[in-house]
């Protein structure tokens, strides 16, 4: 008898701990799944703030330098970057970093195609709904991705590169950059010759160095057809864009010019040949 107390005292003492333990089990999970809760609403609630911050930056830079200044911009998109660049790992900070981007343009109602690079994304929440400019800085940003930029050398490669439309254009396989335009502009005016000025205060102002090389002549026109020669340019970068602004205007009276001269090369290479072949006759002959 006493063995069969002790036997149901033993079992209700086992029954009591194991209902404990599930217990103490069932509560750590709860408590588990409530950080992990926590950690996710947190880190999203972390990435809305970040966009926001980034967002009020751009309006910033849009509502004071925006057409002057582009190193405010390269500084937003190094962010933009270094943002993806934080959520690329497979740690639980990067997870809930994504997570957060996920709610954040939930929240802000975005649409993307599936395919969609999370930079452009990136991208969109920072800038807003300028597809253009989505779609150039996307560009950018994934370009030195696929370069391996780091981080900290962002700002340097879009200055290095020309700049964002360089960079977009360079994208392109039928567009020309502003580079290739100043290459053929410069091409195009060596073929014209609009008069000649000459003076003592012109030749002082320019290098001698630099001769045979282009210059920028910033003039005013008159009435009777004269121009007054106000002051010289000799900095690369003026004449480049001088001349990339000429083909860009003329550009089809150019690209006809390129086709003449094709066309009389191609002729004369055939005349050659026709030479060539009839000496070649006579000698054997």
Same mark, same amino acid.
């Given at each position: 008898?006493?063995?069969?107390?002790?036997?149901?005292?033993?079992?209700?003492?086992?029954?009591a701990n194991?209902g404990s333990?599930?217990?103490?089990?069932?509560?750590?999970?709860?408590?588990?799944?409530?950080?992990?809760?926590?950690?996710?609403? #947190?880190?999203?609630?972390?990435?809305?703030?970040?966009?926001?911050?980034?967002?009020?930056? %751009?309006?910033?830079?849009?509502?004071?330098?925006?057409?002057?200044?582009?190193?405010?911009?390269?500084?937003?998109?190094?962010?933009?970057?270094?943002?993806?660049?934080?959520?690329?790992?497979?740690?639980?900070? &990067?997870?809930?970093?994504?997570?957060?981007?996920?709610?954040?343009?939930?929240?802000?109602?975005?649409?993307?195609?599936?395919?969609?690079?999370?930079?452009?994304?990136?991208?969109?929440?920072?800038?807003?709904?300028? %597809?253009?400019?989505?779609?150039?800085?996307?560009?950018?940003?994934?370009?030195?991705?696929?370069?391996?930029?780091?981080?900290?050398?962002?700002?340097?490669?879009?200055?290095?590169?020309?700049?964002?439309?360089?960079?977009?254009?360079?994208?392109?396989?039928?567009?020309?950059?502003?580079?290739?335009?100043?290459?053929?502009? &410069?091409?195009?005016?060596?073929?014209?010759?609009?008069?000649?000025?000459?003076?003592?205060?012109?030749?002082?102002?320019l290098d001698?160095?630099?001769?045979?090389?282009?210059?920028?002549?910033?003039?005013?026109?008159?009435?009777?057809?004269?121009?007054?020669?106000?002051?010289?340019?000799?900095?690369?970068?003026?004449?480049?864009?001088?001349?990339?602004?000429?083909?860009?205007?003329?550009?089809?009276?150019?690209?006809?010019?390129?086709?003449?001269?094709?066309?009389?090369?191609?002729?004369?290479?055939? #005349?050659?040949?026709?030479?060539?072949?009839?000496?070649?006759?006579?000698?054997?002959?």
């Amino acid at each position: 008898m006493q063995t069969n107390t002790s036997f149901v005292t033993s079992a209700q003492s086992t029954t009591a701990n194991s209902g404990s333990e599930l217990a103490q089990s069932t509560t750590a999970n709860v408590v588990q799944n409530d950080n992990s809760a926590l950690a996710t609403a #947190h880190a999203s609630s972390s990435v809305r703030n970040h966009f926001e911050q980034l967002a009020v930056e %751009r309006e910033a830079w849009e509502s004071t330098v925006y057409r002057t200044n582009n190193e405010q911009l390269y500084v937003l998109l190094q962010k933009c970057y270094q943002t993806y660049q934080a959520m690329s790992g497979g740690e639980d900070e &990067a997870g809930n970093l994504r997570k957060g981007l996920a709610d954040y343009i939930k929240t802000k109602g975005y649409q993307f195609k599936s395919g969609t690079h999370t930079l452009v994304k990136i991208v969109k929440c920072v800038f807003g709904n300028d %597809r253009r400019r989505v779609s150039a800085y996307g560009i950018v940003l994934r370009t030195a991705l696929a370069r391996k930029i780091s981080v900290i050398e962002i700002p340097d490669f879009i200055r290095s590169e020309g700049g964002v439309e360089e960079i977009r254009l360079a994208k392109s396989p039928n567009a020309m950059t502003a580079k290739l335009k100043a290459q053929a502009g &410069a091409e195009a005016v060596q073929t014209s010759n609009l008069g000649v000025f000459a003076s003592n205060a012109l030749g002082s102002k320019l290098d001698a160095g630099n001769i045979g090389k282009t210059v920028v002549l910033i003039c005013t026109w008159q009435a009777d057809g004269s121009v007054i020669v106000r002051s010289v340019v000799q900095s690369d970068t003026a004449v480049n864009a001088a001349l990339a602004c000429h083909y860009s205007a003329n550009k089809d009276a150019i690209k006809q010019v390129v086709v003449e001269k094709q066309a009389a090369n191609d002729e004369q290479i055939k #005349h050659d040949a026709i030479a060539v072949a009839t000496q070649a006759a006579v000698v054997n002959a």
